[in-house]
């Protein structure tokens, strides 16, 4: 049966969940204390980069299923599931989450929730939060016991978001197993649709759910890491990284998956739940068990320098004056997302070394140019690589995988490339007269 449902926070998690809600055939109201990002959103505008979002978007707001609201009061009043997925980002000069949007919409929703409701926190929190949370529920609640909170973390990619909210790999939902009262049997309800396919669908304690969050891209990280690090061997051997990858990869046990070596990770997830998990392992006393994240995230940190580097060296030992253009700054193929990305990051590097930084990206060059406003922006791939001494390639774009390596060769000043991304075809480029370097392979 359709229910009602909210979801606080309309951002990559929250808009993408409301709508998905909407397709399941819910009715959803989408709330955010961002009045410009909901009066966009009423108008059935995303206001970033998804693919696939805006079509869904669009089609329920017209039929009327999915309206957005910052009134926390109508979403109380009318939902009765009410999903919060609203950010946790790095705490500003600390490793641990911000947990301050997570707690005021508890501070919020709760005191207005007079009949029985249930909530499921989607965001990535430290394990604690949600029974935490589930407690102050009840002490500001005026139904009390009847408001309940579960955690059901989200485990949807940046460019997929769509895809793996109508048809993810597994459901998982945390319950307090003291009190496990409805919480179970609405989230069944909410995801009935996709619990038909037989997707697998996990109910643990609260501490297990949020845990599995944070160690699914605690361990998606380190296999990036691993491979980042086996590339750094590469480049002191002349092994070749990508083939290393494939041959290990042929090995199920290990699966070819997120071993693509390159400038490694970034995004507004892996980057701050690696160190937010590390925060709380501290605090809990067990910091040694988290220990390594320090060095996936020193390893992925290095490929940043590692690409600098080699661009001084390639330019001939300073980057005063070098023309380099940096195709791409978002921090992975479809997205426009800057959060912490490693292409953008590079770009920067390089202009405060001197260097002069043309920058162009299919969809993220407005936010990038927000970060960066003294870096050059340019609309093509071609304007921004004119007259310049290097290309790095700092995201896989599809547009850069295949451009035109002969017809690229005729714009620059100098025919090198680093390719950060192990992304393009070195053969056709190598034969349109590049100067080809990858990471950890071609040394
Ligand atoms: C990640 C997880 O993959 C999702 O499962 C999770 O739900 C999400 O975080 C989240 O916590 O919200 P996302 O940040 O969208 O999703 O990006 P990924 O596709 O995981 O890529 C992360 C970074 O790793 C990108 O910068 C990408 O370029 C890099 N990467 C990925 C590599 O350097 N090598 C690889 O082989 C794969």
């Given at each position: 049966?359709?229910?009602?449902?909210?979801?606080?926070?309309?951002?990559?998690?929250?808009?993408?969940?409301?709508?998905?809600?909407?397709?399941?055939?819910?009715?959803?109201?989408?709330?955010?204390?961002?009045?410009?990002?909901?009066?966009?959103?009423?108008?059935?505008?995303?206001?970033?980069?998804?693919p696939?979002?805006?079509e869904?978007?669009?089609?329920?707001?017209?039929?009327?299923?999915?309206?957005?609201?910052?009134?926390?009061?109508?979403?109380?009043?009318?939902a009765?599931?009410?999903?919060?997925g609203?950010?946790?980002?790095?705490?500003?000069?600390?490793?641990?989450?911000?947990?301050?949007?997570?707690?005021?919409?508890?501070?919020?929703?709760?005191?207005?929730?007079?009949?029985?409701?249930?909530i499921?926190?989607?965001?990535?929190?430290?394990?604690g939060?949600?029974?935490?949370?589930?407690?102050?529920?009840?002490?500001?609640?005026?139904?009390?016991?009847?408001?309940?909170?579960?955690?059901?973390?989200?485990?949807?990619?940046?460019?997929?978001?769509?895809?793996?909210?109508?048809?993810?790999?597994?459901?998982?939902?945390?319950?307090?197993?003291?009190?496990?009262?409805?919480?179970?049997?609405?989230?069944?309800?909410?995801?009935a649709?996709?619990l038909?396919?037989?997707?697998?669908?996990l109910?643990?304690?609260?501490?297990?759910?949020?845990?599995?969050?944070?160690?699914?891209?605690?361990?998606?990280?380190?296999k990036?890491?691993?491979?980042?690090?086996?590339?750094?061997?590469?480049?002191?051997?002349?092994a070749?990284?990508?083939?290393?990858?494939?041959?290990?990869?042929?090995?199920?046990?290990?699966?070819?998956?997120?071993?693509?070596?390159?400038?490694?990770?970034?995004?507004?997830?892996?980057?701050?739940?690696?160190?937010?998990?590390?925060?709380?392992?501290?605090?809990?006393?067990?910091?040694?068990?988290?220990?390594?994240?320090?060095?996936?995230?020193?390893?992925?940190?290095?490929?940043?320098?590692?690409?600098?580097?080699?661009a001084?060296?390639?330019?001939g030992?300073?980057?005063?004056?070098?023309?380099?253009?940096?195709?791409?700054?978002?921090?992975?193929?479809?997205?426009?997302?800057?959060?912490?990305?490693?292409?953008?990051d590079?770009?920067?590097?390089?202009?405060?070394?001197?260097?002069?930084?043309?920058?162009?990206?299919?969809?993220?060059?407005?936010?990038?140019?927000?970060?960066?406003?003294?870096?050059?922006?340019?609309?093509?791939?071609?304007?921004?690589?004119?007259?310049?001494?290097?290309?790095?390639?700092?995201?896989?774009?599809?547009?850069?995988?295949?451009?035109?390596?002969?017809?690229?060769?005729?714009e620059?000043?100098?025919?090198?490339?680093?390719?950060?991304?192990?992304?393009?075809?070195?053969?056709?480029?190598?034969?349109?007269?590049?100067?080809?370097?990858?990471?950890?392979?071609?040394?």
């Open positions: 049966m359709p229910l009602t449902i909210s979801v606080f926070g309309t951002g990559y998690l929250g808009a993408t969940h409301a709508a998905g809600m909407a397709e399941l055939g819910h009715r959803v109201i989408g709330v955010d204390v961002d009045e410009a990002k909901i009066a966009r959103l009423s108008r059935g505008e995303v206001p970033f980069y998804e696939g979002l805006p869904l978007l669009r089609k329920h707001v017209e039929s009327g299923r999915l309206t957005f609201t910052t009134d926390a009061t109508l979403a109380a009043a009318e009765d599931v009410h999903f919060i609203v950010g946790t980002p790095q705490r500003k000069g600390e490793y641990a989450a911000d947990m301050t949007y997570v707690d005021a919409v508890i501070e919020t929703l709760a005191p207005l929730l007079t009949r029985p409701a249930v499921l926190g989607k965001s990535t929190v430290p394990v939060t949600a029974a935490r949370l589930a407690q102050r529920v009840r002490e500001l609640a005026p139904v009390g016991d009847a408001a309940e909170l579960g955690w059901n973390p989200e485990f949807l990619r940046e460019g997929f978001a769509v895809e793996d909210t109508l048809r993810p790999d597994r459901l998982v939902l945390g319950v307090d197993k003291d009190r496990p009262g409805r919480i179970e049997e609405v989230a069944r309800e909410v995801y649709e996709i038909e396919r037989d997707t697998p669908f109910v643990t304690d609260l501490a297990t759910a949020e845990l599995v969050k944070v160690s699914a891209n605690a361990f998606l990280a380190t990036i890491s691993f491979i980042n690090a086996i590339a750094e061997v590469c480049e002191v051997t002349g070749d990284v990508t083939e290393l990858a494939d041959a290990i990869g042929y090995d199920d046990r290990i699966g070819r998956k997120f071993l693509g070596a390159g400038l490694g990770f970034g995004g507004g997830c892996l980057p701050k739940d690696i160190r937010a998990f590390m925060a709380r392992a501290g605090e809990l006393g067990v910091d040694q068990a988290l220990t390594f994240l320090r060095e996936v995230d020193a390893v992925n940190l290095r490929r940043r320098q590692h690409v600098v580097d080699l001084t060296r390639l330019v030992g300073s980057l005063d004056g070098a023309r380099v253009a940096v195709l791409g700054a978002a921090f992975k193929p479809n997205s426009d997302d800057v959060r912490d990305s490693p292409a953008l590079v770009a920067g590097a390089l202009h405060l070394r001197g260097a002069k930084v043309k920058v162009h990206d299919p969809e993220a060059n407005a936010n990038a140019a927000a970060v960066w406003p003294t870096l050059e922006f340019h609309d093509s791939v071609a304007a921004a690589c004119a007259d310049a001494d290097l290309v790095v390639i700092g995201t896989e774009w599809r547009q850069f995988r295949e451009a035109d390596p002969a017809a690229l060769a005729g620059v000043a100098h025919a090198r490339v680093i390719d950060g991304r192990n992304c393009l075809p070195v053969e056709d480029w190598q034969a349109a007269g590049w100067d080809y370097h990858g990471m950890g392979r071609f040394a």
